[in-house]
Nanobody, 116 residues
């Protein structure tokens, strides 16, 4: 059974930083594509960053967020610097296989709240 467990969310002031972690069991990140998504209240879930060989970032986080992976710990991270109030959302970790474009595996989400 696949489980993705996120941690590291919280309340931070604008300009601050957080590091989110996503640890997997039942799959290995080095043969899956990992992604971070977020969903703000009343909005659709949106892609933040993916790790597929080289990282990909949504324009609204470029230069501020960094996705990384520790294969030994089977964990993917999202380092978030320069946080803005508009970054407030529930952040989700997802994983998919290389052959299927759909993310089939999701964590429970972790709340990030940025105060102004």
């Amino acid at each position: 059974q696949v489980q993705l467990v996120e941690s590291g969310g919280g309340l931070v002031q604008a300009g601050g930083f957080l590091r989110l972690s996503c640890t997997a069991s039942g799959l290995t990140f080095n043969n899956h594509i990992a992604g971070w998504f977020r969903q703000a209240l009343g909005k659709d879930r949106e892609l933040v960053a993916t790790m597929n060989g080289s990282p990909y970032y949504a324009d609204f986080v470029k230069g501020r967020f960094t996705i990384s992976r520790d294969n030994a710990k089977n964990t993917v991270y999202l380092q978030m610097n320069g946080l803005k109030p508009e970054d407030t959302a529930v952040y989700y970790c997802g994983a998919r296989t290389y052959s299927i474009a759909r993310y089939d595996y999701w964590g429970q989400g972790t709340q990030v709240t940025v105060s102004s």
